[in-house]
């Protein structure tokens, strides 16, 4: 439940009488409190693994410097504490970089059935017995009207989620096709647990995480799903998510084709 928040202003009507206007706050109050609540949750992120860090720095001072395995378990620890840092930093980059975007329409054709295939390659190379990918691309879709580099950080955010969050052995799908409205639709698809309804509409908030143990564990940093949400949204698309628990999730989102006016792209909420 939202709390409601009314501003009164007072002022004269042109004959001089005075008025009480009643101004609805409600909507500037929840976006400072989101505000608020961001750089704190931000700055506990990276305070976590920088403690870490300066604790066994200081392990590392004392007699635990001179052991050689025990002094390299403690680097490696500390590598994997910084490299969870940086990822949250680029992340948070990423983020203000996307917002102060917001209003510029992006308006270069992307071709994502070519994005895909490199993604794709990319992510089998790198990867060391985890799920297959399959691509399921559609070949008369036409190119959308993009960012290509933010394109394809929703792709890496959508498929890596659905590599992290997948079945062991579990096949990941990424789809293409043309959508009936004309606009083009990317489909993610695995088959993991799944994600509780109740998770569902809060999971674009950022550091929204159903299983924080699992996320961290997994090197997430509770905000990619934020920046697919601050891309789609910047691109004038729409993005859905559906889970089905034991089944697995698909990440659908909707772009509009490169040519059309983006203002007829009229979306639904
Ligand atoms: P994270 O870095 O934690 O993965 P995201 O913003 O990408 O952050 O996702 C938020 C949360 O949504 C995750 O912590 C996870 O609990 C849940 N989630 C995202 N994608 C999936 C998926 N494909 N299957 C199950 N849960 C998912």
Do not use: C
């Not at 928040?5 to 206007?21: D, F, N, P």
């Not at 799903?225 to 891309?231: C, N, S, T, W």
């Amino acid at each position: 439940a939202r709390e409601q928040r009314w501003e009164m202003r007072i002022g004269r009507t042109a004959s001089g009488a005075q008025i009480v206007h009643l101004v609805d706050q409600t909507d500037s109050y929840a976006a400072e409190r989101m505000r608020i609540d961001f750089v704190a949750n931000a700055s506990h992120e990276l305070r976590t693994p920088l403690a870490s860090i300066l604790g066994y720095i200081e392990t590392l001072g004392e007699e635990a410097g001179e052991e050689k395995d025990l002094r390299n378990r403690f680097l490696r620890i500390m590598f994997d504490e910084a490299r969870r840092m940086q990822r949250l930093i680029e992340d948070l980059i990423s983020l203000s970089r996307i917002e102060a975007e917001k209003y510029r329409l992006p308006d270069t054709p992307v071709d994502l059935s070519l994005l895909i295939k490199e993604i794709r390659s990319e992510l089998v190379d790198a990867r060391d017995g985890g799920p297959p990918i399959i691509s399921a691309l559609q070949d008369d879709v036409p190119p959308v009207s993009g960012d290509r580099a933010q394109l394809s950080q929703v792709l890496h955010n959508l498929i890596g989620n659905a590599m992290k969050y997948g079945r062991k052995g579990g096949a990941v799908t990424v789809g293409l096709e043309r959508h009936p409205t004309g606009m083009v639709r990317v489909l993610v698809r695995d088959e993991g647990d799944g994600i509780a309804p109740e998770h569902l509409p809060r999971l674009t908030e950022r550091f929204y995480r159903v299983d924080a143990g699992r996320s961290r564990a997994a090197g997430g940093t509770g905000l990619g799903l934020a920046i697919v949400k601050h891309i789609v949204e910047r691109h004038r698309g729409r993005l859905d998510i559906e889970s089905t628990l034991g089944e697995g999730t698909t990440v659908k989102i909707l772009l509009p084709a490169h040519g059309t006016p983006a203002g007829s792209a009229v979306i639904k909420r």
